[in-house]
């Protein structure tokens, strides 16, 4: 390949990213901003009006619905952010970490429904923790009439974004810490005494939290605006601001739409309010730790951040794994009543009655999933190697339009994309699919990838170059063989965000797509607990397949290439 | 009848973009029925139907076997959370002008939904008239085929089940349910906890506001005119003492509300509530075949009567294949498949045909196949209760979430 | 600087006792020794000959691959059981490793034990600062400094961590040879003056020589083909 077409091509991939992101994303704004303030030509809305914003703000439990989504994005990002904090920092040393990172992995391919759909199993008033303690120790014969999940302040709802958040922040730590040297920073810590808590946290933590500030700002976007998780774990009077917002856009009253548009735009604004005030706080921690690290101390609740680092990944390990073995035992069981603790007699029959619908849908995902991740991939690379050419990163700008998807509520956004999508006379179907997939695989890959691109050694493209390698050569030859173990990653984590869309597959392909997702939650929305458990162990099985083989294909292909393995 | 191409690559590509060009978008005539099922032929019908149901969904997969076998129509249930997506989609395609070429052919329809399409014009029709099989309904003595929430239909949807408030309970834990809306308060008083209904504006939720407030008031008279023309106040207030002495005695004390129907008959497969309802009368004795129930459910109406409607197939404006869509709601409205629906192997749902318009052969197959003892006895349908207006329904779900759900 | 630092010499000698590394069951060094109280040995050997492997051990980093015997002591105290943390034995990299979130100041605090509120704390940073002539460098950022000057604020962060032993690896290797000298002679006469027991592994004879003290050859296991 000539330099200057290697170079083009790059280019054009960086310009399709941001097109590819950007237009639809923009477009599906406009397609929310305008019917909000009453332009909807379709429903007879021909004036611009404050009305519908009038509407919204008389909404009985309006503020509480703002308040939940607020708090519960704050509220797991910083308890997910602690938990993350505290196990690197109390297990970094120790020869723990690399078995429980391996065991916390392939929990990043848990779906978010589904894990929140194993979490009710598990915490419910019939759920498994209160059958195994009825009635011998609780003396309840019936279950009892405590409310969680659904609880007023959102905690369920909490517990159960935390615990997905955790894995996603670990991993992505983990990519974070050979990034700022963390070992070396903590042997030098230790070296000068420093026990291993307060030495990671004055001495990495200051250098790992900038990378991970994207991340974070990701997960708290998601949880703020969360409808899936919500709707099972969330309180339902009120209820979260983005269920609210779902529930009025698929009002059967058409004229709702209005002011579910305005909605959906208040949700966007509750979700830009919750980064502030993050980032707010992030200044304010900084500002008031500025001499904490020079201020001598060696060690830091050492013993209590050990139990506690220790328990709290202790249990969103077992929180999951109980989960996850709940759904086993739901989608094995026949009938099941409370207070018995194990379902007997076990039948395959919900596996049975559901065979002859999975095959295909399953198919779907993993190609609609491949394809997606294949594009993101794709344009991320050429994103990022474009970068390398101006030697210095995009201007803010181009990077937040990278993110939009993750920062744009999606129900506020796809009924405008849909309308786009007719009006560009694009045929809904598996394309259509594939690219609104694309939209929200893109920014995951990029966030996996970018920091292990731009940190890879510029020596390395310098010394390929001054061996006599062109752009092209380098790109291929050197830079991407080095970064297979990220890219891998990256991929896994974009196959897993496709596998869990349902809104995109259901709108852009008119509902004629079906992938094992759309399959799972209709049925779930049919309240069949066997045949729920049944498609989400299903839900479950291709991100898993996708995460296997990002962790074990690198170990396979470079045995021979310790030096590309090396893990923090 | 579609014309056969004459052999030869040329020819049939000339045939080919003549039909393109020519082919006009209504070749058949609805009061010619034969050219509907002619060019029905080879089409594929996209049926928008909730999918939340395998029992339905095996249904709808038997209904598209035998349209494929018998007309030549592929069939594809394509399958929704809510019906509203398919609103919503409906909606999107006329904003963005598309008005020949939309995605959904048939849509499963009743209530708010065919209100607002209907009110948006977003229906195409009238069409119900012209289906062969619409006459075995017996529309002059049922009128309740051409009424959707005491709407009329105007031939713009095609009746296709009926569906009834049932009650069910599990009668190892209960001696005797209540039998009138104000024995469910005394019920609930001696059972604190172990009822509940869905979360208001769930249809089964709403439906709730309205059986109960059918079942308080002394005159249901204004209930079936607008709510405009009443003193909504008057009416309602007796509803909301009930409720307020109610809430404190249901599941989690009034504090959360299941989401759906299907959540609401999980928390009784949970043993978590003893009683419960559901707008699907079979639903009890087919989750029992499933698991879901214990084999002690039993289902029952109150003594004065439930609300019953009945629910549609509707075509919207911009279906790209209108007489595959026909073909199949005049299918679906035959003895066969009706029989084969209300059957609680097939999915348990109520045939809205009039027995006495079918041959004696025809009614054998309705016989009731099994005596599942989780299922209404015989005649307990006959108590129907009509449905209120349906501007009733959007202020009780607004005055219900005012008073209980603003913190 | 600060006399109390000075005033406290160590009177212990850093003993390794019968120490025996192994990798993967394979022998790759066994070493008997006995350090005073500010000398300076040094461990010579070609690459690959375990002699950062030896520092990991005494400072308490040895990767779980490697399997040891043998005892590390500081006079009396047994130290092959402490983490690398309560040791005290001070560490001094081939690559400076200033942390790059902090100030020149506050990298020599973070070294410095806890203790004396913030003016004192800062006139003693001040002071060491001045001792190796980086007199106003304290608000510096370390990322602006020469390799020299890296180096320097490197050894005074370990020196105010008040350690009782030293291991020095490799600690000149990346300086030009002036910095070099310079910087030996800097470290050599401040664990002298704090008679701190020192291990020092560099493939430089040079380094060896400059230390004055034994220097032990290490070789490669004759079964390590």
């Known amino acids: 390949m000539s330099a200057s077409l290697h170079v083009a091509l790059v280019r054009l ?12 994303v923009a477009a599906g704004l406009a397609g929310v901003i305008a019917p909000a303030f009453g332009w909807l030509p379709a429903l007879g809305g021909h004036e611009p009006t404050l009305e519908h914003w009038q509407a919204l703000t008389r909404r009985p439990g309006l503020a509480g619905m ?70 011998w120790a609780s003396g309840w014969q019936f279950p009892p009439n405590y409310l969680f999940p659904g609880d007023p302040y959102g905690l369920a709802l909490i517990l159960g974004l935390t615990l997905k958040e955790v894995p996603f922040l670990l991993l992505m730590s983990l990519a974070a810490l050979p990034q700022c040297r963390a070992r070396e920073r903590m042997r030098v810590a230790r070296a000068l005494g420093y026990r291993p808590l307060a030495g990671f946290l004055k001495a990495v933590m200051p250098g790992l939290y900038p990378l991970l500030r994207l991340p974070l700002y990701a997960v708290i976007a998601f949880a703020s605006s969360t409808v899936d998780v919500a709707l099972i774990l969330g309180p339902s009077t009120p209820p979260p601001l983005a269920v609210a917002v779902m529930r009025w856009l698929n009002d059967p009253d058409l004229a709702m739409r209005f002011m579910a548009s305005a909605g959906a735009l208040l949700q966007f604004a509750v979700t830009l309010t919750a980064l502030a005030s993050w980032w707010l706080l992030e200044r304010l921690v900084a500002r008031a730790l500025r001499d904490w690290p020079g201020d001598g101390r060696r060690r830091f609740g050492e013993r209590v951040g050990a139990l506690l680092g220790g328990g709290a990944i202790g249990l969103v390990v077992v929180l999951v794994l109980a989960s996850l073995a709940g759904l086993i035992l739901w989608s094995l069981a026949a009938y099941w009543p409370f207070p018995e603790a194990w379902p007997q007699p076990l039948t395959p029959r919900n596996w049975l009655r559901g065979a002859g619908g999975f095959v295909d849908p399953l198919a779907q995902a993993a190609l609609i999933g491949g394809v997606a991740t294949l594009i993101a991939l794709v344009l991320v690379t050429g994103a990022l190697e474009a970068e390398t050419f101006r030697h210095r990163p995009p201007r803010a700008g181009v990077q937040w339009l990278l993110y939009l998807p993750l920062l744009v509520p999606s129900v506020a956004f796809l009924f405008g994309l849909v309308l786009m999508q007719t009006q560009a006379g694009l045929t809904p179907g598996l394309a259509a699919v594939i690219g609104g997939h694309a939209i929200f695989v893109l920014p995951y890959v990029f966030l996996s990838l970018a920091e292990s691109y731009r940190r890879l050694d510029p020596r390395w493209t310098q010394l390929a170059r001054s061996l006599g390698a062109s752009p092209a050569g380098v790109f291929w ?65 291709l991100p898993a397949l996708g995460f296997a083989l990002a962790l074990g294909l690198p170990r396979l292909l470079l045995r021979r290439r310790a030096g590309l393995l090396s893990r923090p | 009848m579609k014309p056969r191409a004459p052999c030869g690559w040329l020819s049939r590509l000339s045939v080919a973009a003549l039909l393109a060009v020519s082919w006009p978008a209504m070749a058949y005539q609805l009061d010619d029925w034969a050219s509907v099922v002619a060019e029905a032929r080879g089409q594929s019908v996209y049926f928008n139907a909730w999918g939340g149901d395998a029992t339905i969904n095996e249904y709808l997969d038997w209904v598209a076997g035998r349209m494929a076998d018998e007309y030549g129509v592929e069939v594809v249930h394509v399958k929704l959370a809510d019906t509203a997506e398919a609103v919503s989609r409906v909606l999107a395609e006329k904003a963005a002008g598309n008005t020949e070429d939309g995605a959904i052919d048939l849509i499963w329809i009743n209530g708010e939904n065919f209100a607002a399409m209907q009110k948006n014009d977003l229906l195409y029709g009238p069409w119900v008239e012209s289906l062969p099989n619409f006459a075995l309904t017996r529309p002059q003595a049922n009128p309740e085929v051409r009424e959707d929430f005491t709407l009329p239909t105007a031939g713009l949807e095609s009746p296709w089940g009926k569906a009834q408030l049932t009650f069910y309970y599990d009668s190892a834990r209960v001696d005797e349910p209540p039998r009138s809306i104000p024995a469910l308060l005394d019920w609930a008083r001696a059972h604190p906890g172990r009822f509940t209904y869905p979360l208001v504006p769930d249809f089964l939720g709403s439906s709730f506001l309205k059986q109960a407030l059918l079942g308080l008031v002394d005159d249901p008279e204004p209930l079936y005119r607008p709510v405009d023309e ?19 005695y249901l599941w989690r004390e009034g504090e959360d509300f299941p989401a759906s129907s299907a959540a609401l008959r999980q928390l009784m497969g949970d043993g978590e509530l003893s009683l419960a309802f559901t707008f699907t009368p079979s639903e009890p004795a087919v989750a029992v075949a499933n698991y879901q129930l214990p084999k002690s459910t039993r289902s029952y109406v109150l003594d004065a009567g439930t609300l019953g409607n009945v629910h549609f197939v509707a075509i919207p404006f911009n279906a790209s294949h209108k007489a595959g869509a026909l073909a199949l709601a005049n299918f679906l409205l035959s003895p066969r498949a009706q029989a084969r629906k209300q059957s609680i192997d097939g999915w348990g749902d109520a045939s809205v045909l009039a027995m006495d318009a079918l041959s004696e052969r025809q009614r054998a197959a309705f016989q009731a196949d099994s005596d599942n003892p989780a299922r209404l006895p015989p005649g307990a349908l006959a108590n129907t209760l009509a449905e209120p207006h349906p501007s009733w329904m959007e202020r009780l779900e607004q005055a219900w979430q005012a008073r209980y759900v603003a913190q | 600087m600060n006399p109390r630092e000075i005033t406290m010499p160590s009177s212990d000698s850093l003993i390794l006792d019968a120490v025996r590394i192994a990798l993967d069951g394979r022998s790759l060094l066994a070493l008997d020794l006995a350090v005073a109280p500010g000398e300076i040995v040094t461990v010579m050997g070609p690459s690959g000959v375990g002699k950062s492997t030896l520092l990991d051990y005494v400072a308490g980093f040895l990767p779980t691959a490697f399997s040891a015997s043998g005892a590390v002591r500081l006079g009396e105290l047994e130290l092959t059981a402490l983490p690398a943390e309560a040791r005290h034995v001070g560490l001094l990299f081939q690559d400076p490793l200033l942390f790059p979130h902090l100030s020149v ?46 180096a320097r604020v490197a050894l005074l962060r370990v020196l105010l961590s008040r350690p009782r032993a030293m291991l020095l690896d490799e600690p000149f290797s990346k300086l030009d040879a002036t910095r070099r000298d310079e910087l030996r002679r800097l470290v050599f006469a401040q664990v002298r003056e704090r008679r701190l027991p020192t291990l020092m592994v560099t493939h430089d004879a040079a380094d060896a020589q400059a230390a004055g003290g034994r220097v032990i050859e290490l070789d490669l296991p004759s079964d390590a083909g």
């Open chain 2, 230 to 248: 009443a003193d909504f106040a008057a009416v309602t207030a007796p509803l909301w003492e009930y409720l307020d002495e109610l809430h404190p």
């Open chain 1, 13 to 24: 991939a960086a310009w399709l990213a941001i097109i590819l992101l950007g237009v639809p």
């Open chain 1, 477 to 541: 030859r050197v830079r991407l063989p080095l970064l297979t173990t990220p890219l891998l990653t990256a991929a896994a984590v974009g196959f897993a965000v496709s596998i869990g869309q349902y809104l995109p597959t259901l709108l852009l392909g008119a509902g004629r797509i079906s992938t094992i997702t759309t399959e799972a939650v209709t049925l779930a929305s049919g309240g069949d607990r066997r045949l729920t458990a049944v498609y989400a162990l299903l839900q479950l099985l």
């Open chain 3, 105 to 150: 100041a506050g990298n020599l605090a973070f070294g410095m034990r806890a203790g004396g509120n913030r003016r004192e704390r800062r006139r003693r940073i001040d002071a060491a600062l001045d001792e190796v002539g980086l007199g106003g460098y304290a608000e510096r950022d370390p990322a602006t400094l020469s390799g020299g000057q890296k």
């Open chain 1, 66 to 135: 703002v308040a939940l989504s607020y708090a519960s994005g704050l509220a797991s990002a910083a308890l997910a952010l602690a938990i993350v904090a505290l196990f690197i920092g109390v297990f970094l040393h120790s020869r723990w970490f690399g078995a429980v990172q391996r065991l916390l992995s392939p929990l990043l391919a848990v779906p978010h429904a589904a894990a929140a759909i194993g979490l009710a199993f598990l915490l419910s008033p019939s759920g498994l923790v209160s059958r195994w303690l009825s009635p």
